[in-house]
Nanobody, 126 residues
Framework: QVQLVESGGGLVQAGGSLRLSCASS????????MGWFRQAPGKEREVVAA????????YYADSVKGRFTISRDNARNTVYLQMNSLKPEDTAVYYC???????????????????WGQGTQVTVSS
């Protein structure tokens, strides 16, 4: 069983920055592909960014390219999402997700992940 705990969400003005963290309880964190997703009220959950096991390859949704950066520290069992130049449309609950078992590269479909955190709220005011 893998537990994921997100932190770092909050209220920020447009143009500001936040850094989300997701700590994993898994003993083999370095073998998990990881992803960040978000869900706004009335909308489907969508991928924000994803990262391979080693951190060598990453994926970003077009809406966040150039503003968000995903990274991971396998020694600390943690994945991060640095969010800069935030916009009101970034307001959502942000979830981290882990894909255990076999993984190669990154994954951007929520169906590819088998463990999820509880989510952290990010609110960007205009």
């Amino acid at each position: 069983q893998v537990q994921l705990v997100e932190s770092g969400g909050g209220l920020v003005q447009a143009g500001g920055s936040l850094r989300l963290s997701c700590a994993s309880s898994g003993r083999t964190f370095g073998s998990y592909a990881m992803g960040w997703f978000r869900q706004a009220p009335g909308k489907e959950r969508e991928v924000v960014a994803a990262i391979s096991r080693s951190g060598g390859t990453t994926y970003y949704a077009d809406s966040v390219k150039g503003r968000f950066t995903i990274s991971r520290d396998n020694a600390r069992n943690t994945v991060y999402l640095q969010m800069n130049s935030l916009k009101p449309e970034d307001t959502a609950v942000y979830y981290c997700a882990a894909r255990t078992g076999y993984s190669a590269g990154y994954y951007y479909s929520p169906h590819d992940y088998n463990y999820w955190g509880q989510g952290t709220q990010v609110t960007v005011s205009s």
